[in-house]
């Protein structure tokens, strides 16, 4: 450590640097961005006060799957790490709110702002807090201005994204990228053999920083085609290798090909299903389309598996199905160019992902995205009777109520697990209770949760409509009195 700043050159690095279990403080940043350097001064006098913290760098633009681990939308940003784990993030330049946060990761007892904070930050460090707090006030308000986009800019980007059918925002140019990133997309288009317009974001900012807010993604490259966002370098690397790439530019007629030879392919593909009136579809795949969509109440047809989804809208989606807690079933379209051609016609709908909900087609990514800010998804599920998933307490009820007499036991009636156990089931079958019942053993969640619920720290328990009536003490002592049957009967 030695109270250095170093740059992190790759993800495994900051891994094992992290596993290492001693506090880090990551600082993502970009040479272009004022309040970076600024905040840089701040980062390295920290690095000097406090010696046995690990202080790294990450210049965000050139290291996106480290930027994306971690949610970057923005710089400056900070994710502070202990015992191998994020505890903390401070986005924007603010040097008081990074000391206090790289004090509290060192002593978490530490609350004092940093012009109290003494021995926790050096005077170097708060004479520096002193210099840049009346500049960092003037780019906190700028950076709350640029949270929205302006009509005039989210304009300007939708007539910059549509300029070109395929549309590259770079650095640099293609004749010169100015990161290798940017090179590899340039190289793969040419591959592709495909004609595309280019924007240089560096001779921009105003676009560098909006389209990060436009497009929701938040590193360059970014490649658009008719409009459509299909994702930064990872992506169209890995869509060009599948061949996925060469589909999306062919199913939107961008071609290197003649038109005749365009569309030549078209009625080629035709044959697998589609009819060759691409107006309607064979009687055979409708039925399969309609069954696809019917095979779960919420089905969502996607670029890739909701494990490792192979397009950012596709990720999206997956990741707002998990917040709403709404099981789904999955079709990966790449897997099946005849239902991915198909369904388009079918719901009227060119683009990738899809979400059906009984069979009802709601939307793609943005749309979807819209309906869970607004609430609406969540009221669309539930008007359809979806179940989402329900909180430990509402699961705790559900269970305790899924019978008049429930019984929570270590093991089944059949093979209690416990002498107490055992002892219960015996003493409700003598009394010819008939009653459900829950191993807690198969579920920690509910183990330990019941606990809580009942405040009842053993097992087994059991309830009556819902009601505790208590564990093995108590039904021993109702059943020894003769009145075990008539408590649990009433």
């Not at 970076?36 to 406090?50: E, G, I, N, R, W």
């Not at 495909?194 to 240089?200: A, E, K, P």
């Amino acid at each position: 450590m030695g109270g250095s700043v170093k740059d992190v050159a790759s993800k495994t690095e900051l891994d094992n640097v992290r596993q290492s279990g001693a506090p880090v403080v990551l600082h993502f940043w970009a040479s272009w961005c004022d309040a970076s350097k600024q905040m840089d001064q701040v980062f390295s006098h920290l690095a000097t006060d406090f010696p046995r913290v690990h202080f790294l760098r990450v210049e965000a633009e050139e290291h996106p799957d480290i930027s994306d681990a971690y949610s970057v939308s923005a710089v400056p940003f900070f994710v502070l790490f202990k015992d191998g784990k994020s505890v903390d993030t401070l986005e924007g330049a603010d040097p008081s709110s990074l000391a206090t946060k790289v004090a509290k990761v060192v002593s978490p007892s530490t609350s004092a702002e940093p012009a109290s904070l003494g021995m926790a930050a050096g005077p170097t460090v708060l004479e520096t807090v002193k210099e840049i707090a009346k500049d960092t006030g003037s780019l906190k308000a700028e950076d709350r201005a640029k949270a929205g986009l302006t009509d005039t800019l989210k304009q300007s980007l939708e007539r910059l994204t549509n300029s070109h059918p395929v549309m590259l925002f770079m650095k640099g140019s293609p004749e010169e990228p100015r990161c290798g990133f940017s090179r590899k997309v340039v190289d793969i288009l040419k591959e592709e053999k495909v004609q595309f317009g280019s924007f240089d974001i560096l001779s921009d900012n105003e676009v560098r920083e909006g389209l990060k807010k436009f497009s929701n993604w938040p590193t360059y490259p970014q490649l658009y085609c008719k409009g459509e966002l299909l994702g930064g370098s990872d992506i169209v690397i890995a869509m060009h290798e599948s061949g996925e790439l060469e589909q999306v530019f062919r199913d939107d007629g961008i071609s290197a090909a003649t038109n005749a030879d365009s569309k030549g392919n078209r009625d080629e593909a035709g044959k697998g299903g589609i009819s060759s009136n691409t107006t309607g579809l064979s009687e055979a795949l409708r039925s399969r389309l309609e069954g696809l969509i019917n095979s779960n109440p919420v089905m969502l047809f996607m670029k890739g598996k909701p494990e490792q989804p192979r397009c950012g809208f596709s990720g999206k989606v997956v990741e707002i199905l998990k917040q709403e807690k709404v099981e789904f079933g999955s079709f990966d379209i790449l897997s099946d160019d005849e239902a991915r051609r198909g369904l388009k016609l079918y719901s009227n709908w060119s683009s990738y992902p899809q979400l059906y909900v009984k069979g009802e087609l709601i939307g793609g990514s943005d749309i979807v995205l819209e309906m869970q800010k607004s609430g609406e998804l969540k009221r669309v599920l539930a008007e359809k009777g979806i179940l989402v998933e329900q909180s430990l307490e509402d699961r705790l009820r559900t269970v305790i109520h899924s019978a008049k007499v429930m019984l929570f036991m270590k093991g089944t009636p059949d093979y209690p697990k416990c002498g107490f156990s055992s002892k219960v089931v015996n003493a409700l079958r003598e009394e010819g209770v008939s009653f459900g019942s829950f191993d807690i053993l198969k579920d920690e969640e509910v183990r330990q949760g019941l606990k809580s619920f009942s405040n009842w720290p053993t097992f087994p328990q059991v309830y009556y409509k819902g009601e505790l009536v208590g564990g093995c003490d108590i039904i021993m002592e109702l059943r020894n009195s003769g009145d075990l049957k008539s408590t649990l009967s009433e």
